[in-house]
């Protein structure tokens, strides 16, 4: 593996900065990479924390640690620095409370909990801590998630047991695994598996776990299968059914408790991949029929309509409308 094979880390820490300037320098650094806060600690070295992140198309992620402190996005700073997305933050390492919508929520390790950064929050940390933050633009999550439930954050996730515990377990270990090797050939599969996750958490939480701890063991299977081979043409329900091992009918069956069908699933996920890297500023150099092979378009001119059909406009259209 060569290091061009390899994604670039962002590293922040305030172990440099003098500790009469660490809050003001946190502040910065947060607002320049993360979402606008203001800090608080109570340590007489001042605010001791580090953070390694990565940022991708509709997705980023951080590990924090540090010791107790307090962080606050208010009504001014959601005014002045705007930020559209949703963060899913998984305590690994001490206890914290989260404040938002009249609802105060305690966390322990191993418990995650999903809010929106459009409406102000305040976040405690009550000792030496450890998060893994996902930050999910809101028009990515509206690919995956009904709007309605947006409304329902924040929303704290348990860890203590059943299909909750196995998501988080599973989301917990795959953010790490790849903040450990960030490889750029995998980005595109990490970033479907944790979005799916996301949302199966979510989903897991408003409705209840609707099919068994092995059937949602399939679902999310099968979906991480379809993360990895999204950019094959020929990729079909069929074969997705036989790589996790069940029959066809069987999936339909989990994949209709989920409100979809596994072709629908499929063609929902080229599409809203498809969307997300044509905004991507990162990627104009990137030729259309490039990124529409790479989400599993054998045809420019289907791409092309498919894309204009969902989102009312041609690829090239959505281009120009991200530069402006």
């Not at 924090?64 to 930020?83: C, F, M, T, W, Y």
């Amino acid at each position: 593996m060569t290091a061009s094979d390899v994604l670039t880390c962002t590293r922040d820490s305030t172990a440099h900065v003098p500790p009469a300037e660490r809050l003001a320098y946190w502040e910065a650094q947060c607002a320049a990479t993360l979402v606008g806060l203001r800090c608080s600690s109570l340590s007489s070295t001042g605010l001791e924390v580090e953070k390694m992140g990565i940022s991708l198309p509709g997705l980023g992620v951080a590990d924090i640690r540090g010791e107790d402190h307090v962080v606050e996005r208010n009504a001014s700073l959601v005014h002045q620095i705007p930020k559209e997305s949703l963060f899913a933050c998984q305590i690994v390492q001490g206890r914290a409370y989260f404040i938002q919508r009249e609802q105060c929520l305690l966390l322990e390790p191993g418990e995650t909990v999903i809010y929106d950064t459009r409406i102000p929050y305040l976040f405690g940390f009550l000792t030496s801590m450890r998060q893994l933050l996902i930050d999910v633009p809101i028009t990515v999550w509206r690919e995956s998630v009904e709007a309605g439930r947006l409304g329902n954050l924040p929303l704290k996730i348990s860890a203590r047991a059943g299909a909750e515990a196995m998501l988080s377990e599973t989301l917990r270990a795959t953010v790490q695994r790849f903040l450990r090797e960030p490889v750029r050939a995998e980005a595109d599969k990490f970033s479907m598996q944790t979005q799916t996750l996301l949302s199966a958490l979510m989903d897991v939480h408003v409705r209840g776990a609707g099919a068994s701890r092995a059937g949602l063991s399939y679902l999310l299977t099968a979906k991480q299968f379809i993360a990895m081979r999204i950019a094959e043409p020929d990729l079909h329900p069929q074969t997705v059914a036989d790589a996790v091992g069940i029959s066809l009918r069987h999936l339909s069956r989990l994949f209709a408790s989920d409100e979809d069908s596994v072709a629908q699933y499929i063609w929902n996920s080229r599409l809203a991949g498809a969307h997300r890297d044509l905004l991507d500023l990162k990627l104009q150099k990137t030729s259309v029929s490039e990124i529409a092979f790479r989400w599993g378009f054998s045809s420019l001119a289907h791409f092309s309509r498919a894309i204009r059909t969902r989102y009312g406009a041609s690829p090239l259209a959505l281009r120009a409308t991200a530069r402006r």
